[in-house]
Nanobody, 126 residues
Framework: QVRLVESGGGLVQAGDSLRLSCAAS????????MGWFRQAPGKEREFVAS????????EYAASVKGRFTISRDNARNAVYLQMNRLKPEDTAVYFC???????????????????WGQGTQVTVSS
């Protein structure tokens, strides 16, 4: 079992950057692919980015590709989401998730993920 705790959210202006962190504890971190999802007010939760267990393969939603970068540090049991050129439409609660699989391609589907954090709020003002 894995416990996930997100941090790094906040209120920023359009064009600014933020770096989200997700700290994992409880199980072997390297056994998990990791993902970031987000949920805006009144909308369903959506995929943002994912990274496989080695960190060698990543996936991005089209809306964030080229602006966001997912990375992981297995020595620190952490995964990160660097968000650049933020837009008001990026405003959402961001969730970190863990998928107990050692595959080449990290999953994009929410249903594949086994553990979830509580989320961190990101608000981008125009």
């Amino acid at each position: 079992q894995v416990r996930l705790v997100e941090s790094g959210g906040g209120l920023v202006q359009a064009g600014d950057s933020l770096r989200l962190s997700c700290a994992a504890s409880g199980d072997t971190f390297e056994a998990y692919a990791m993902g970031w999802f987000r949920q805006a007010p009144g909308k369903e939760r959506e995929f943002v980015a994912s990274i496989n267990w080695t960190g060698g393969t990543t996936e991005y939603a089209a809306s964030v590709k080229g602006r966001f970068t997912i990375s992981r540090d297995n020595a620190r049991n952490a995964v990160y989401l660097q968000m650049n050129r933020l837009k008001p439409e990026d405003t959402a609660v961001y969730f970190c998730a863990a998928d107990f699989v050692r595959g080449f391609y990290p999953a994009r589907a929410e249903v594949e993920y086994d553990y979830w954090g509580q989320g961190t709020q990101v608000t981008v003002s125009s």
